[in-house]
């Protein structure tokens, strides 16, 4: 048994070209944490969730590694989160995703420290298991020669494909 | 000191060959290796250290007799105070405190922050110092909504210029107070009179470079006057006992002298004093926790390269390689102090703009004390460690990779989005780093030569 059991095939996915405001609607609209980002020939580009709103509502001196490890100083009002919100809702996701993979990489430390985890095709029930377990999750299942994504495990939706399967 | 004392061993090296080409090909490659950066220094140092004891140049003893354990407990101390120290906030609570003495204003906030960063290297290691400083920075330049660059780069040089003034600013002016035996009082005489100056006359460039050009609405400036600096002690309890040590462990490197201790001790006992009273109401698995996390704050990458070093250095001392480059340099500078004494500013700078200055100062310090006959015993050699300690701290100012605090700083606003590039770094960090070495060469003229 593998991955494929647990897959959603049909997700549903964000462009890369759509803006951040369109990505927070279709989060709230279908209850997810994240999704899958693809370009236009169906290739995986990153997960986007409500992990990356809120740090993009944070200063980058408290969510960069080294950076601020407590705000409780600063004073900022609603009407500045809300200006932060409508500015990055501007954005599109491609561009976002790409400006964190480039201060990763350029920082010499190779992967940003949340690049999702990726699952293969034909990889181990249990493997995948233990992949959702440690990253708490919903991972994209990408081809590794094409790129592109063949599906996603929803993290919610395991329980019930297992019990379906049974 | 090592070298001064590394016992009665006679080189045996195997073989018969010659100590002093065995001892040398090992401190080249190991230098040459460290340079590479392509294994972590501190391995390349402790393997250089084993083969000057394989190859029969030093023994065990004589390696052990090289360690300076002044200059390693010294470090180790000040590295747990500072660990804890930090936890209760109070460094960022003076960076935002100053940043509101000037009103926000962002040319103010820059110079705030550079002399606050200069103030703290001055007592705390420079890595630290960035470490704690930068963060703070990145949020009120984000507030502001001003590139962070200028501010940054100002840091990095301040870092420097700040440690250069106390024995416990900078590695290279523990090593040279634990080798030389001067105190904390005899740093700050000495170098603190200049390196205010060099400080101001640095703060000139900086300003008409990116001062002049710095702005930010009354807006953004509002939003950094809202910031209540009194919500970042986390732990008021913490603070008063931290800050109360590291005032008696200041007060003890002053009182050194009277006291007749060595700096290591006095580091080590307040360390410990602080440990005891951070842990005093815990339960004992709550304390080996927070202790273990204390100690693992120590650098041991810093401390082991150190070790490794100083028994390289023993071995190269040892074989009497040092004293026929000291007469070398003599040589060339025809005996004469003065000019001695300016090569070793200029030739320490340069080198220490390019690589780590650590491992240089640790060759220059039984390079320097072989010159002491020559120039009329130890005491006449006073200037020469001043040139040796301006030199090496000040170099550091010169290239991006110039000092440890630099590569962080550097990371951390690669990070955040803004990196800094080493031509761009260079460009205008090698002129300042170069003012900075033509003041202290006038000062020590005139002030030990003249």
């Given at each position: 048994m593998t991955v494929e059991l647990l897959m959603n095939p049909t997700p549903p996915t964000l462009r890369a070209d759509e803006t951040v405001a369109h990505a927070l609607h279709l989060l709230l609209a279908r209850r997810h944490r994240v999704l899958p980002v693809v370009d236009p020939e169906g290739r995986f580009v990153g997960m986007f969730g409500v992990h990356h709103l809120l740090e993009s509502l944070l200063p980058r001196a408290a969510t960069?590694?080294?950076?601020?490890?407590?705000?409780?100083?600063v004073r900022d009002d609603l009407k500045d989160l809300r200006a932060r919100v409508r500015e990055v809702g501007t954005r599109t996701v491609g561009a976002y995703l790409e400006g964190r993979a480039e201060a990763a990489k350029g920082a010499g430390g190779?992967?940003?420290?949340?690049a999702p985890a990726l699952l293969r095709p034909g990889m181990p029930l249990l493997e995948t298991l233990l992949l959702l377990y440690r990253t708490r999750s919903s991972l994209p299942v990408v081809d590794?020669?094409?790129?592109?994504?063949?599906g996603v495990v929803f993290y919610w939706e395991v329980f019930g494909k297992l019990a379906r399967k049974g | 000191m090592h070298g001064a004392d590394t016992g009665a061993w006679v080189p045996h090296v195997i073989f018969g060959w010659d100590p002093l080409w065995v001892s040398a090909i090992i401190f080249v490659l190991t230098y040459a290796v460290i340079i590479t950066e392509r294994v972590n220094r501190a391995i390349v140092a402790l393997l250089g250290a084993g083969l000057m004891i394989f190859t029969g140049v030093l023994n065990q003893q004589a390696a052990v007799n090289g360690v300076d354990f002044n200059t390693l407990g010294l470090l180790a101390g000040m590295m747990v105070i500072v660990a804890i120290t930090r936890r209760c906030g109070v460094f960022q609570y003076v960076a935002i405190w100053s940043a509101k003495k000037v009103r926000a204003s962002p040319w103010g906030i820059l110079l705030m922050l550079s002399l606050v960063t200069a103030l703290f290297s001055a007592f705390l290691d420079n890595v630290t110092t960035v470490l704690l400083v930068a963060p703070v920075t990145l949020l009120i330049t984000e507030e502001l909504k001003v590139n962070p660059y200028p501010y940054l780069f100002s840091e990095i040089l301040f870092s420097n210029i700040g440690g250069t003034?106390?024995?416990?600013?900078?590695p290279p002016n523990i090593m040279i107070g634990s080798a030389v035996h001067l105190n904390f009082v005899d740093f700050v005489v000495n170098l603190a009179p200049i390196v205010l100056v060099i400080m101001a006359a640095t703060l000139i460039p900086i300003y008409l470079i990116y001062g002049r050009g710095l702005r930010a609405t009354d807006e953004a400036r509002g939003r950094v006057m809202n910031?209540?600096?009194?919500?970042?002690?986390?732990?008021p309890r913490l603070l008063r006992q931290s800050l109360g040590v590291l005032g008696l462990v200041i007060l003890g490197f002053v009182l050194a002298h009277v006291l007749r201790v060595e700096p290591a001790t006095i580091a080590m006992f307040g360390a410990a004093l602080l440990l005891l009273l951070d842990n005093w109401p815990r339960q004992a698995e709550e304390q080996s926790h927070q202790v273990h996390h204390a100690f693992g704050e120590v650098e041991w990458v810093t401390i082991f390269f150190f070790v490794g070093l100083f028994i390289v250095v023993a071995g190269i001392d040892r074989s009497g390689i040092l004293r026929i480059l000291a007469h070398r340099v003599l040589e060339l500078t025809g005996d004469s102090l003065p000019v001695t004494a300016m090569a070793i500013l200029w030739v320490s700078a340069i080198a220490s703009s390019i690589v780590d200055n650590i491992p240089f100062v640790a060759t220059m310090i039984p390079l320097i004390k072989s010159m002491g006959p020559a120039l009329g015993?130890?005491?006449?050699?006073l200037p020469l460690w001043w040139s040796l300690a301006l030199g090496a701290c000040l170099g550091?100012?010169?290239?991006?990779?110039?000092?440890s605090a630099n590569l962080i700083v550097a990371g951390f606003s690669e990070r955040a989005g803004h990196p800094m590039r080493f031509v761009p770094f260079l460009l205008r960090a090698f002129p300042l780093m170069l003012l900075s070495v033509a003041i202290a060469s006038v000062y020590v003229y005139f002030r030990y030569l003249a």
């Open positions: 960069v590694p080294g950076g601020l490890t407590d705000l409780t100083y190779g992967e940003a420290d949340d590794e020669a094409s790129g592109r994504l063949l | 003034a106390t024995l416990i600013g900078d910031f209540d600096e009194r919500e970042a002690i986390t732990d015993g130890p005491d006449a050699l550091g100012n010169g290239t991006i990779i110039g000092a």
